[in-house]
């Protein structure tokens, strides 16, 4: 089998073939880490590559299908982490020269469930620094390049997670999301990107900060790669205090229910947002896709105020309570921009860090009453569609002046609902850039989400469209 064929597989197809013993993990592990040798030095998906490692485990991994022993879920598959994420003796730096040559003594609890299942880590994808943009960009490894044009962002801050997905640089990738940054990347380099309810998944050992916000999530091609992915990360555990008790939730099964009945809400804009036309073109027809599949679909008009300021207030507080105290020496080796956005942070009353999170509170509680009438809820995953390298967002979008998260201000609100969420793909451009519409369950609901998803994938398939770079 030509690497091509193997770099195009999904993790189903590949984790079956390595069982059947169609194919070896040692060839799977080849194909993959050639085609990173191939395109990564354009792309920048990866900041660090463990390649002889991945080699022996993957040698490893043949010997135990030769001996005929139980394998895991995904035996032999290779996973990429990203660069937030705590791996035992893999450097993990953030994208922060503070902590540029750091390697944790334990892995984070998903890398663990991950390893424990069979899958290989191969490297640590690239992030914005510390998470804290969007973007994919930091002075340690560089900006990461949508593999649809090399000219644009990927998004992020799980940038290079996506981008690795896209370009058959391994077919799952696990990332974190604290305001988007699993489903914009997913949006801008057309893959399926999945944000868990909060506390699904739970996260640590790792860097303090975010823990109210943080979501821990898998970026496949498919919908079943993703639910197959969930099967192994999600549950309880009680590192983490956030972790959702245990409820024998099971993720594959629910991809083959139907959406007959089910209520469904589509708001192109959350009643404050503006969004450029070819965005709202592409995902209000995949909305309708959805009374084709037996929803019930209605446009919504909600009464909400933007939560923008009070979402910037509580993320920057934690974020500048992590740094403020190596500012001093590291002031020079931070984005310009984080430091300035710590400066603004570090120095917030407790009284306005508390009216922040009432803000917050009511807005969940707004939110809330849509999912008394709704089974779920369809927006853009982004305003807008993927933009150049080296710019933090537009700040006019249709013609009109917008705020600095204007462009991403679809993803954030449900951070701080905690709701699960999903980008998928629904359509590209003009200029072939991929565009993602995010669908959103109640609070805890996640194989709705899946359900949904798995469906419009159905109907409207796009793991067949890959970028130009593969």
């Given at each position: 089998?030509?690497?091509?064929?193997?770099?195009?597989?999904?993790?189903?197809?590949?984790?079956?073939?390595?069982?059947?013993?169609?194919?070896?993990?040692?060839?799977?592990?080849?194909?993959?880490?050639?085609?990173?040798?191939?395109?990564?030095?354009?792309?920048?998906?990866?900041?660090?590559?463990?390649?002889?490692?991945?080699?022996?485990?993957?040698?490893?991994?043949?010997?135990?299908?030769?001996?005929?022993?139980?394998?895991?879920?995904?035996?032999?598959?290779?996973?990429?982490?990203?660069?937030?994420?705590?791996?035992?003796?893999?450097?993990?730096?953030?994208?922060?020269?503070?902590?540029?040559?750091?390697?944790?003594?334990?892995?984070?609890?998903?890398?663990?469930?991950?390893?424990?299942?069979?899958?290989?880590?191969?490297?640590?994808?690239?992030?914005?620094?510390?998470?804290?943009?969007?973007?994919?960009?930091?002075?340690?490894?560089?900006?990461?390049?949508?593999?649809?044009?090399?000219?644009?962002?990927?998004?992020?801050?799980?940038?290079?997670?996506?981008?690795?997905?896209?370009?058959?640089?391994?077919?799952?990738?696990?990332?974190?999301?604290?305001?988007?940054?699993?489903?914009?990347?997913?949006?801008?380099?057309?893959?399926?990107?999945?944000?868990?309810?909060?506390?699904?998944?739970?996260?640590?050992?790792?860097?303090?900060?975010?823990?109210?916000?943080?979501?821990?999530?898998?970026?496949?091609?498919?919908?079943?790669?993703?639910?197959?992915?969930?099967?192994?990360?999600?549950?309880?555990?009680?590192?983490d205090c956030f972790s959702l008790p245990e409820t024998n939730l099971s993720y594959l099964p629910a991809l083959s229910g139907d959406l007959k009945g089910l209520k469904i809400a589509w708001s192109p804009d959350l009643g404050y947002l503006v969004a450029d036309p070819q965005v709202l073109k592409i995902t209000e027809a995949a909305a309708k896709t959805f009374s084709g599949l037996?929803?019930?679909?209605?446009?919504?008009?909600?009464?909400?105020?933007?939560?923008?300021?009070?979402?910037?207030?509580?993320?920057?507080?934690?974020?500048?309570?992590?740094?403020?105290?190596?500012?001093?020496?590291?002031?020079?080796?931070?984005?310009?921009?984080?430091?300035?956005?710590?400066?603004?942070?570090?120095?917030?009353?407790?009284?306005?860090?508390?009216?922040?999170?009432?803000?917050?509170?009511?807005?969940?509680?707004?939110?809330?009453?849509?999912?008394?009438?709704?089974?779920?809820?369809?927006?853009?995953?982004?305003?807008?569609?993927?933009?150049?390298?080296?710019?933090?967002?537009?700040?006019?979008?249709?013609?009109?002046?917008?705020?600095?998260?204007?462009?991403?201000?679809?993803?954030?609100?449900?951070?701080?609902?905690?709701?699960?969420?999903?980008?998928?793909?629904?359509?590209?451009?003009?200029?072939?850039?991929?565009?993602?519409?995010?669908?959103?369950?109640?609070?805890?609901?996640?194989?709705?989400?899946?359900?949904?998803?798995?469906?419009?994938?159905?109907?409207?398939?796009?793991?067949?469209?890959?970028?130009?770079?593969?």
């Amino acid at each position: 089998m030509s690497d091509n064929e193997i770099c195009r597989m999904t993790v189903m197809e590949m984790a079956q073939a390595i069982r059947d013993r169609t194919l070896s993990p040692v060839e799977v592990m080849d194909a993959v880490l050639r085609r990173i040798e191939k395109l990564n030095p354009t792309v920048n998906a990866f900041c660090t590559l463990v390649t002889e490692r991945a080699r022996k485990e993957a040698k490893e991994a043949e010997n135990k299908v030769k001996s005929g022993d139980k394998l895991g879920l995904l035996h032999g598959v290779p996973v990429s982490i990203k660069d937030l994420l705590f791996t035992e003796g893999i450097r993990t730096t953030g994208g922060s020269k503070i902590f540029e040559h750091y390697v944790p003594q334990e892995s984070d609890i998903a890398v663990k469930r991950l390893e424990g299942a069979g899958a290989i880590v191969i490297g640590k994808t690239n992030t914005s620094e510390f998470g804290w943009m969007a973007l994919t960009d930091n002075r340690l490894f560089g900006p990461t390049h949508n593999p649809w044009n090399l000219e644009l962002t990927p998004g992020g801050s799980s940038g290079g997670a996506a981008a690795a997905v896209a370009s058959g640089m391994g077919p799952l990738a696990i990332g974190t999301d604290g305001g988007g940054s699993i489903r914009v990347p997913a949006s801008f380099c057309g893959v399926f990107g999945y944000k868990p309810s909060f506390g699904r998944v739970p996260r640590g050992p790792s860097l303090p900060g975010l823990e109210m916000l943080a979501h821990t999530g898998p970026i496949t091609r498919t919908v079943g790669d993703a639910a197959l992915a969930m099967e192994i990360i999600a549950g309880r555990d009680d590192i983490d205090c956030f972790s959702l008790p245990e409820t024998n939730l099971s993720y594959l099964p629910a991809l083959s229910g139907d959406l007959k009945g089910l209520k469904i809400a589509w708001s192109p804009d959350l009643g404050y947002l503006v969004a450029d036309p070819q965005v709202l073109k592409i995902t209000e027809a995949a909305a309708k896709t959805f009374s084709g599949l037996g929803a019930n679909i209605e446009l919504i008009k909600p009464d909400f105020s933007c939560p923008e300021q009070a979402f910037s207030t509580h993320f920057g507080v934690q974020l500048s309570t992590l740094l403020y105290n190596k500012l001093g020496e590291y002031r020079q080796q931070l984005d310009p921009l984080l430091a300035v956005f710590i400066d603004i942070s570090k120095d917030k009353s407790a009284r306005e860090c508390i009216e922040a999170w009432w803000e917050l509170l009511e807005y969940r509680k707004r939110m809330s009453a849509i999912f008394d009438k709704y089974d779920l809820l369809l927006t853009p995953t982004v305003t807008v569609p993927p933009f150049k390298l080296g710019n933090y967002g537009p700040r006019e979008i249709a013609g009109k002046k917008v705020s600095p998260l204007a462009w991403m201000a679809f993803t954030y609100p449900f951070n701080i609902t905690g709701q699960p969420a999903a980008s998928v793909p629904c359509g590209w451009t003009d200029d072939n850039l991929p565009i993602g519409l995010q669908i959103v369950g109640r609070r805890f609901d996640d194989t709705t989400v899946l359900k949904a998803s798995a469906a419009f994938e159905t109907a409207s398939p796009w793991a067949h469209k890959y970028p130009p770079v593969f």
